[in-house]
């Protein structure tokens, strides 16, 4: 569990999970992928790469003063990870709002037919779970 029951999520905002000094990439992310990048934190933390996690509870309208805030502190450089395709999503939202800001966003999301199976399989074929995000990650600060 992320959230208390009391907790407030305004329409149009954002809310930063996990950020400290240093961070190298700001990664959002939404839903079952958002539990993804909390785990590749942990994992990018032991190997001494901070990343800022937002959860992105609300995409339209989208909380970009959030996340541009937190892409300015991560040398303009954004991971968003959805669980679906990437047009018309998350990734291309968070592009369509700061691209113009000099933001450079990379995305992961599926990109073949989906298929049935476990939540765990399914995320790690896909390229969306916590091992991708970390993969990804260490191939934008290298």
Aim: proline share 3%; no cysteine.
């Amino acid at each position: 569990m992320i959230y208390k029951n009391d907790e407030q999520f305004p329409i149009g905002g954002a809310k930063v999970l996990k950020q400290s000094a240093g961070d190298k990439v700001t990664v959002v992310a939404a839903g079952v992928t958002l539990f993804e990048a909390l785990k590749a934190a942990d994992a990018l933390a032991k190997q001494d790469i901070g990343i800022t996690v937002i959860d992105a509870y609300s995409i339209k309208p989208l909380g970009n003063d959030v996340i541009r805030s937190a892409a300015q502190k991560t040398n303009n450089t954004v991971l968003t990870v959805e669980d679906h395709y990437p047009e018309g999503g998350l990734g291309d939202t968070v592009a369509g709002e700061l691209s113009a800001d000099g933001i450079r966003v990379h995305k992961l999301a599926v990109t073949e037919i989906p298929r049935s199976g476990k939540m765990e399989e399914l995320l790690a074929k896909y390229g969306i779970d916590a091992a991708a995000i970390v993969k990804r990650v260490k191939a934008l600060v290298s």
